[in-house]
């Protein structure tokens, strides 16, 4: 099992904790991820990173669509790979919410299926540098020739002579979009991952592999599920501890009709728990919210409890299909423990 370490993205200040990214790096973790909102943005941080690391591979989970047109991500990813001295960039990509999209960026919803399609096949063409990049999409084109064009748009190949081989991975959910991920994309970052729903999203990714033709199997993917990890004997204290980053995400992170993060709550089997939790966040009732969230939907989706307790829960999901495991943990006592349930 590859483990990743998760630092999202800042609060009102940015603290990047590099002592504990050197830390992951001697125990041998694979890779440490990045994350962007509407603050601070997911390259920047692993740039800095790039330069007091040696190995560890440096992930954005994710940079969002919005952000950036599909040219600037490739230009931004390749940039990074290149300073990092190669072969250590990901590129997790991203839609977001359209809150984020339209209220942010000021960019229109449009339709992420297709969105995401064009995305990374331009940034694919930018970073292979064969020819000129031209793309007819649904989405996107290049050259531009929308409303406002000049009609003088010119393809264009990288100044860079970029990494071929920077993977380009996917933050998806819903069914179309796992699909085109196991089709388009090299990697995976599964929205609420839970090892009992692998069973659910099996049949999607062996469709997109289908689709992709040219043999793709699961060999030629990598799966990075993410997990909070927390050493202690009060197990029902660490669960508590995560109820209100879960009620922000699945009451207020999002519109009442187009939310993700309650979307996949539902998916899990949690549906009259999720409208409770939304209902009550969207009134201004943060607090019911939060005391709202079963002490059950946490527990699926972490690791937590004494290191018996962890150890026991942990085969679950060694043995659900995932390749990598991302680990939100403070403690250096459960970055080390993750590195030597990894290794057994």
């Not at 990092?84 to 999209?101: C, E, K, T």
């Not at 940034?123 to 020739?145: D, N, Q």
């Not at 929308?146 to 819903?174: D, E, F, M, Q, Y």
């Not at 939060?290 to 962890?310: K, M, S, T, Y």
């Amino acid at each position: 099992m590859k483990l990743g370490l998760y630092l999202g993205y800042s609060g009102a200040t940015l603290r990047l904790p590099v002592e504990k990214v050197q830390l992951a790096e001697r125990l041998g973790y694979d890779s440490v991820w990045t994350a962007e909102a509407y603050g601070s943005d997911a390259i920047t941080p692993l740039a800095y990173l790039a330069a007091v690391t040696t190995r560890i591979r440096l992930g954005t989970g994710i940079m969002q669509l919005a952000a950036r047109p599909p040219a600037a991500a490739a230009m931004a990813v390749a940039t990074l790979d290149a300073l990092a001295g190669g072969d250590r960039a990901i590129a997790g990509l991203g839609v977001s919410g359209p809150q984020i999209v339209e209220g942010w960026y000021g960019q229109p919803w449009g339709r992420p299926y297709w969105r995401l399609r064009d995305y990374v096949a331009i940034m694919r063409k930018v970073l292979a540098r064969k020819e000129p990049v031209r793309h007819e999409g649904r989405e996107i084109s290049l050259p531009y020739t929308g409303p406002g064009a000049l009609g003088v748009g010119k393809p264009l190949s990288s100044i860079l002579h970029a990494n071929p081989r920077i993977p380009i991975w996917l933050g998806t959910g819903t069914e179309a979009n796992v699909k085109l991920t196991a089709e388009v994309a090299d990697g995976w970052l599964p929205l609420g991952f839970v090892p009992a729903a692998m069973p659910l999203l099996r049949p999607w990714l062996e469709e997109g592999f289908r689709r992709a033709g040219h043999g793709k199997t699961w060999k030629d993917f990598e799966i990075q599920a993410r997990t909070q990890v927390t050493v202690t004997d009060d197990v029902r204290g660490a669960l508590q501890l995560l109820k209100p980053r879960i009620a922000l995400y699945v009451g207020g992170m999002g519109h009442r009709d187009k939310n993700f993060h309650k979307d996949m709550m539902i998916r899990r089997g949690y549906g009259d728990a999720a409208a409770r939790i939304q209902e009550l966040y969207l009134a201004g009732r943060k607090g019911e919210a939060v005391a709202a969230v079963p002490d059950e939907f946490c527990d699926e989706g972490a690791l937590v409890g004494p290191v018996g307790r962890i150890r026991e829960r942990y085969r679950a999901w060694a043995d659900s299909g995932i390749t990598g495991l991302t680990v939100v943990a403070e403690q250096p006592e459960a970055l080390a423990l993750m590195a030597e349930l990894a290794r057994s």
